[in-house]
């Protein structure tokens, strides 16, 4: 069954290419076995990206080779995590992704003024860190499937970080639109 797929913006700053296309473009896939296949696997996607779909008819479906996958790309990934946008519309003013991120990753100690952020972990393990405004650690969350330790909820205004124990991917969602951080909001 034909589906129409549009990528609708990137936030990486690395270099798109799509099926070797040089610039977001819409294009039809055919779809045999969609609920058993990745979208990367559909797309062969070759670089690192986010990038939403413009409608509802084909469904995200996440299974164990779709996170397999999106651990992978986090390998190859220089900063050691990728990112996977889970909005569908260029109106969906939310924040929803899927996090894939490896030990050795590096995330400032920052916060969100204007949002709380809820992370529920899907595979792996990682520590929430919270920190006061001189940098001294004040609470540290162990979020670990295999513990049934599975979503905080960090809220706004809060100093955090992570720190990544072995091959994580987490759903992170926060309020409102996505806003650069500024150098207000991360702690030297």
Excluded at 5 to 31: A, C, G
Excluded at 33 to 39: E, G, L, M
């Amino acid at each position: 069954m034909p589906i129409n797929v549009v990528i609708i913006h990137l936030v990486n700053s690395f270099t798109f290419q799509l099926l070797n296309l040089s610039t977001p473009q819409r294009f039809n896939i055919s779809i045999f076995q969609c609920f058993n296949v990745s979208i990367f696997q559909l797309l062969n996607f070759s670089t690192s990206q986010l990038f939403n779909f413009s409608t509802m008819s084909l469904p995200i479906f996440v299974d164990n080779a779709f996170l397999d996958q999106l651990l992978e790309r986090a390998r190859k990934n220089p900063r050691l995590r990728e990112a996977y946008d889970l909005r569908t519309t260029p109106d969906d003013q939310s924040q929803r992704m899927l996090n894939a991120m490896l030990p050795g990753t590096e995330l400032p100690i920052h916060r969100h003024r204007n949002t709380s952020e809820t992370a529920i972990i899907l595979r792996g393990r990682m520590d929430e860190v919270f920190y006061d405004d001189s940098g001294r650690e004040t609470a540290r969350f162990a979020l670990n499937p295999s513990t049934a330790d599975f979503l905080l909820n960090i809220p706004a205004g809060v100093w955090h970080t992570v720190e990544v124990l072995e091959p994580t991917v987490i759903f992170e969602a926060k309020d409102g639109p996505f806003e650069p951080r500024q150098p207000e909001d991360i702690l030297a």
